[in-house]
């Protein structure tokens, strides 16, 4: 961020949410559904659920998953209006797979 690197900005915020939503566990509605009032649960954080730990190699798939759906869909932009979104998706790509790269993962 402090190199205004915008592009290599947008690919890592997009894969941290990506890494965020793996690491959430599914809620159970029927748990929570149908108490009583006074059964409801109460407080700053009376509802949250303990996440997920993902092991570095999970870690490193759904990085590669996010650059290979970059990669995907510059593919698909093949009209000539879309050439700069195209190049953008395959540069966020780039950053991603170098993330791997250095960090010596397969």
Do not use: F, Y
Request: net charge negative.
């Amino acid at each position: 961020m402090r190199a205004r690197d915008k592009v290599a900005v947008s690919a890592l915020r997009a894969t941290l949410a990506a890494l965020d939503n793996a690491e959430a566990v599914p809620v159970d509605d029927d748990a929570t559904r149908g108490l009583a009032l006074e059964q409801s649960p109460v407080g700053a954080g009376a509802t949250e659920a303990v996440r997920r730990e993902l092991s570095e190699a999970g870690v490193a798939d759904i990085v590669r998953a996010e650059a290979t759906e970059r990669l995907e869909a510059a593919a698909q932009l093949t009209a000539p209006a879309h050439i700069d979104r195209a190049a953008r998706l395959r540069a966020e790509a780039a950053v991603l797979l170098r993330l791997l790269d250095d960090r010596g993962t397969p």
